[in-house]
């Protein structure tokens, strides 16, 4: 019983970490001038372009344990204000899996000054089509069970998201609905006693995030925040950020610290009671741009007195930039450079 119940409560607990989401999970890559991953107001927000890749693992030494690829390439139209930009993830855990595509269109309005002083504001808008699968097959029942299917179960969903962001010098904003549309879970509907199975149609997403960015001579400093709510369920979670930029003869190192704390508790039954845990990430980062290209690490570690495994999760980041040799506005910011 004690088993049973300690990997109940892991199961909750980990909950908080998917957020009980489709398309791509928000970690921490974002963090290396990755934002168009979150947000489709960033595509082709620099004048030239970037390419993303990452990779995240979970618990090296637990079978099925969660795991996101990423691929993600983002560009500006020429020498207009429009950007396009293309997002491919895979993302499993367990028995579930999710592989998706979504095509970006963002729209860049400078809204005065210079040429060199940057005062934009940007909208983007992301369509996405999802293939989701719950793997069955090894699902075992004495008794006849209605939610147990005994196979593999595959369903398409098609979705939007949509961002908006606003740049002014050092300063930024961003703000993103994912999956805007109302679609039905039915993979979890299928051949199941449907009147006992609830059916899920709001998967919607809210992100918001501002930072700023300090110092313009060798080194600088980053401060951000970023919050996100899940509308079904009401889940809120809030990333405090810091990172420090150096710039040395090759390009640039950098390396900094995320806090994600959830604002709402899973209970937990004690042996005198009942006690709450809240999700609480620490997630140091590293990286350095080498002319052209980035690379990145970062480990993010739970604490609290539940956790599924001693182990953290580990990701990292390679990108490529193109297009742009020199800096084109007087201010030091990163992600429109």
């Known amino acids: 019983m004690k088993h049973r119940l300690f990997w109940l409560l892991a199961s909750i607990i980990i909950s908080y970490q998917s957020y009980s989401q489709e398309g791509i999970p928000v970690y921490f890559d974002y963090l290396s001038?990755?934002?168009?991953?979150?947000?489709?107001?960033?595509?082709?927000?620099?004048?030239?372009?970037?390419?993303?890749?990452?990779?995240?693992?979970?618990?090296?030494?637990?079978?099925?344990?969660?795991?996101?690829?990423?691929?993600?390439?983002?560009?500006?139209?020429?020498?207009?204000?429009?950007?396009?930009g293309a997002i491919f993830f895979n993302d499993a855990n367990g028995y579930h899996a999710q592989t998706g595509l979504k095509l970006t269109y963002a729209h860049h309005l400078k809204l005065g000054g210079d040429a060199r002083y940057l005062n934009q504001l940007s909208f983007g808008l992301s369509p996405t089509y999802l293939q989701s699968s719950l793997d069955e097959s090894e699902f075992q029942s004495v008794l006849p069970d209605d939610a147990i299917t005994g196979s593999r179960l595959s369903e398409s969903y098609f979705n939007v998201d949509l961002g908006v962001s606003y740049s002014i010098m050092e300063f930024y904003a961003h703000f993103a609905i994912n999956n805007?549309?109302?679609?039905?879970?039915?993979?979890?509907?299928?051949?199941?006693?449907?009147?006992?199975?609830?059916?899920?149609?709001?998967?919607?997403?809210?992100?918001?995030?501002?930072?700023?960015?300090?110092?313009?001579?060798?080194?600088?400093?980053?401060?951000?925040?970023?919050?996100?709510?899940?509308?079904?369920?009401?889940?809120?979670?809030?990333?405090?950020?810091?990172?420090?930029?150096?710039?040395?003869?090759?390009?640039?190192?950098?390396?900094?610290?995320?806090?994600?704390?959830?604002?709402?508790g899973t209970p937990f039954a004690t042996s005198d009671g009942f006690g709450e845990q809240r999700l609480q990430l620490f997630t140091p980062i590293v990286g350095a741009n080498i002319k052209n290209f980035m690379v990145s690490y970062n480990y993010s570690y739970q604490s609290g007195d539940i956790r599924f495994d001693s182990g953290g999760f580990h990701q990292i980041t390679l990108g490529y930039d193109f297009g742009q040799s020199e800096r084109k506005y007087d201010c030091y910011c990163p992600a429109a450079q």
């Open 33 to 84: 001038d990755n934002y168009y991953l979150v947000y489709p107001s960033m595509a082709g927000i620099s004048e030239g372009g970037k390419i993303r890749a990452t990779a995240r693992m979970q618990w090296f030494s637990v079978e099925d344990a969660p795991n996101l690829q990423t691929l993600n390439a983002n560009f500006r139209l020429g020498e207009g204000n429009s950007g396009v």
């Open 180 to 264: 805007l549309l109302s679609s039905q879970r039915n993979l979890y509907r299928y051949g199941k006693a449907n009147d006992n199975v609830p059916v899920i149609d709001n998967l919607r997403r809210y992100l918001v995030s501002a930072g700023y960015i300090f110092g313009k001579q060798e080194w600088q400093f980053e401060p951000s925040v970023l919050f996100q709510m899940t509308d079904f369920t009401e889940e809120k979670t809030i990333d405090l950020n810091a990172k420090v930029y150096k710039d040395v003869d090759f390009g640039r190192i950098w390396g900094g610290l995320s806090y994600r704390r959830s604002m709402d």
